[in-house]
């Protein structure tokens, strides 16, 4: 993607070790957050995953809602979910897992399993 974050919301990415997303599932539903781990790549990509797989509840919103917000720290980011269905996106977001949240009981799942629910948030 030719958009990016700037640095200082990427540099607060990389160091944050969880984030929220923002999801709802409809215009005039409640919006609520769900908890989530967030990477930066080596190209300033900011990717997620979900932990549950497809049938996650932010993950079935974000799908049919992609414009949406991450927060982290007080900062409440617009962002849009693009599928990171390309092998270089997917690569990137397990290496970065593993990276990040090595030593996490988790981290294992979350680089082999469900990594067809790789996303890549753009600002916008």
Known sequence: MSV???QAVLDAL???EEVEIETSA???GPSHRTVIWVVVDGEGRVLI???RGAGARWFREIMARPE???HVRAQALAVRAVPA???????ACSEELGRKYAGHHSV???VTKYVETTLELIPR
Do not use: Q
């Not at 269905?85 to 690569?91: G, L, W």
């Open 4 to 6: 990016s974050f700037d």
């Open 14 to 16: 990389r160091a944050e």
């Open 26 to 28: 409809g215009e005039d």
């Open 49 to 51: 995953r979900s932990y």
């Open 68 to 70: 949406t917000r991450l």
């Open 85 to 91: 269905t390309d092998a270089d996106r997917v690569a």
């Open 108 to 110: 294992r799942s979350m």
